[in-house]
T-cell receptor, first 112, second 110 residues
Framework: EPEVTQTPSHQVTQMGQEVILRCVPI?????FYWYRQILGQKVEFLVS????????KSEIFDDQFSVERPDGSNFTLKIRSTKLEDSAMYFC??????????FGPGTRLTVL | EDQVTQSPEALRLQEGESSSLNCSYT??????LFWYRQDPGKGPEFLFT???AGEEKEKERLKATLTKKESFLHITAPKPEDSATYLC???????????FGTGTRLLVSP
């Protein structure tokens, strides 16, 4: 069964450094998403991406964040200058339509 | 603003003891209500999508139902492997994002 994959599984970085989180969505899906979950809190929407552009974003997704689909298979989330409060699990998701979303296993980001 | 409230926060059951989890929601035009299972340190695993009041979906020991204000996830004769956090989410008209509740942590003891 097709799955969303994410790398790395765990990323440790220093405050102020840039990080790139990578995702490979399910191959025939057209909609891509990033969510995050701070430890013990609810899953929060960051951004959705369709037809090579951002289609929706939350207040969390400020100028420090960017997304890109650099090729036909990868979808990336870049955080330009990480803060302590960016520490969280980051989940990529994809869907064939703006409907049922399938999530990846997540990247645990730790900012020191 | 779309909101999802789940109850209880935590539920402890004996193996075979059936129960229900609740998801109350407010949304501007429901385009879908979603149930996911999340194991510790893992991503949400899709279970069901419900679209309209009266709809029901079943999978093994799980059955999801939907009314205009809430959804229930019924667990029949649970087993220890059903232990997980169950998440409810909604999508409203004009949006692609899912709005999640805080989840119900289910522990099933043998």
């Amino acid at each position: 069964e097709p799955e969303v994959t994410q790398t790395p599984s765990h990323q440790v970085t220093q405050m102020g450094q840039e990080v790139i989180l990578r995702c490979v969505p399910i191959s025939n899906h057209l909609y891509f998403y990033w969510y995050r979950q701070i430890l013990g809190q609810k899953v929060e929407f960051l951004v959705s991406f369709y037809n090579n552009e951002i289609s929706e974003k939350s207040e969390i997704f400020d100028d420090q964040f960017s997304v890109e689909r650099p090729d036909g298979s990868n979808f990336t989330l870049k955080i330009r200058s990480t803060k302590l409060e960016d520490s969280a699990m980051y989940f990529c998701a994809s869907s064939a339509r703006p409907d049922t979303q399938y999530f990846g296993p997540g990247t645990r980001l730790t900012v020191l | 603003e779309d909101q999802v409230t789940q109850s209880p926060e935590a539920l402890r059951l004996q193996e075979g003891e059936s129960s229900s989890l609740n998801c109350s929601y407010t949304v501007s035009g429901l385009r879908g209500l979603f149930w996911y299972r999340q194991d510790p340190g893992k991503g949400p695993e899709f279970l069901f999508t419900l679209y309209s009041a009266g709809e029901e979906k079943e999978k093994e020991r799980l059955k999801a139902t939907l009314t205009k204000k809430e959804s229930f996830l019924h667990i029949t004769a649970p087993k220890p492997e059903d232990s997980a956090t169950y998440l409810c989410a909604v999508r409203g008209t004009g949006f692609q994002k899912l709005v999640f509740g805080t989840g119900t942590r289910l522990l099933v003891s043998p």
